[in-house]
T-cell receptor, first 118, second 117 residues
Framework: NAGVTQTPKFRVLKTGQSMTLLCAQD?????MYWYRQDPGMGLRLIHY???????AKGEVPDGYNVSRLKKQNFLLGLESAAPSQTSVYFC?????????????????FGEGSRLTVL | AQTVTQSQPEMSVQEAETVTLSCTYD???????LFWYKQPPSRQMILVIR??????QNATENRFSVNFQKAAKSFSLKISDSQLGDTAMYFC??????????????FGEGTQLTVNP
């Protein structure tokens, strides 16, 4: 059971470099999310997607772009990395409510990706 | 906008004792879900317990239970018979409006719980 898989797990970048984090889920979930975790601030939503081909901004979207070309994948891009983007990034997914099955609102998380920008 | 506040950055408890983690939230929604997630040193986010706002009965999962006070917008987690494996960061989280815009969770700042032998 793979669940939600994030690659890479660790990455060190220099200021101004670009990179892409890949999230893949095998649970056929419609919804996918990218969060960042910083000490003392919990997890904050960067972008999310409610279906293939759709994306929306979360709480802290500046400096990031996302794409959802396939239902199972959600990519997070940093075009020009900054030290303020040093963080641990989590991808998550959830199913869309479909009666009669009750949606519990639970998110399924990947293991996180630690990004350091020097 | 919804906010979630955990006012206890760190807590500690002796093994086998009981500890309560606090969480308050602010929302104008009437229907919503509340969660406690656990993050051990492995960094994996693990769902501990969930509570539906329309249910008056407090949720329980083995040694974990909640005290949900809807009017006070309070959602505390009680861990009974604490075990060393309970040592982790605990996050309180809230979601509403998930039927049309996805289960976007709003998280609190987290409480680092240490269980001492």
């Amino acid at each position: 059971n793979a669940g939600v898989t994030q690659t890479p797990k660790f990455r060190v970048l220099k200021t101004g470099q670009s990179m892409t984090l890949l999230c893949a889920q095998d649970m056929n979930h419609e919804y996918m999310y990218w969060y960042r975790q910083d000490p003392g601030m919990g997890l904050r939503l960067i972008h999310y997607s409610v279906g293939e081909g759709t994306t929306a901004k979360g709480e802290v979207p500046d400096g990031y772009n996302v794409s959802r070309l396939k239902k199972q994948n959600f990519l997070l891009g940093l075009e020009s990395a900054a030290p303020s983007q040093t963080s641990v990034y989590f991808c998550a997914s959830s199913q869309r409510p479909r009666a009669p099955v009750a949606n519990t609102g639970e998110l399924f998380f990947g293991e996180g990706s630690r990004l350091t920008v020097l | 906008a919804q906010t979630v506040t955990q006012s206890q950055p760190e807590m500690s408890v002796q093994e086998a004792e009981t500890v309560t983690l606090s969480c308050t939230y602010d929302t104008s929604e009437n229907n919503y879900y509340l969660f406690w997630y656990k993050q051990p040193p492995s960094r994996q986010m693990i769902l501990v317990i969930r509570q539906e706002a329309y249910k008056q009965q407090n949720a329980t999962e083995n040694r974990f239970s909640v005290n949900f006070q809807k009017a006070a917008k309070s959602f505390s987690l009680k861990i009974s018979d604490s075990q060393l494996g309970d040592t982790a960061m605990y996050f309180c989280a809230f979601t509403a409006g998930w039927e049309t815009s996805g289960s976007r969770l709003t998280f609190g700042e987290g409480t680092q719980l240490t269980v001492n032998p």
